[in-house]
């Protein structure tokens, strides 16, 4: 059974930073490619950032430069450093997986339960 896990959200100021965390099992952690969504109230999720299995990473013009996802496959995670937060950044954060690196682009085989970010004073 494959189990993505988030951690790591809570209440941060604007201009502050947030790391999060998400623990994967049931799936060979080192073949699949990782990504990070997020999904605003009543908006289509949207693509936060993409790590393929060999480390390589994509992030949209939104949080380029701000953001940055990570990987450890010894420990079956992934994780995704949030700097420079804006109100506009608060969504709920979901973490995903799939062998596909186009699949995940788009969407992907295996989601966690999503962990809540809000950025506000």
């Known amino acids: 059974q494959v189990q993505l896990v988030e951690s790591g959200g809570g209440l941060v100021q604007p201009g502050g930073s947030l790391r999060l965390s998400c623990a994967a099992s049931?799936?060979?952690?080192?073949?699949?490619?990782m990504g990070w969504y997020r999904q605003l109230p009543g908006k289509q999720r949207e693509l936060v950032a993409i790590?393929?299995?060999?480390?390589?990473?994509n992030y949209p013009d939104s949080v380029k430069g701000r953001f940055t996802i990570s990987r450890d496959n010894a420990k079956n995670m992934v994780y995704l450093q949030m700097n420079s937060l804006k109100p506009e950044d608060t969504a709920v954060y979901y973490c995903?997986?799939?062998?596909?690196?186009?699949?995940?682009?788009?969407?992907?085989?295996?989601w966690g339960q999503g962990t809540q970010v809000t950025v506000s004073y």
């Open positions: 995903v997986a799939d062998l596909s690196f186009d699949r995940i682009a788009v969407g992907g085989d295996y």
């Open positions: 790590i393929n299995s060999g480390g390589i990473t």
């Open positions: 049931g799936i060979t952690f080192s073949t699949y490619n």
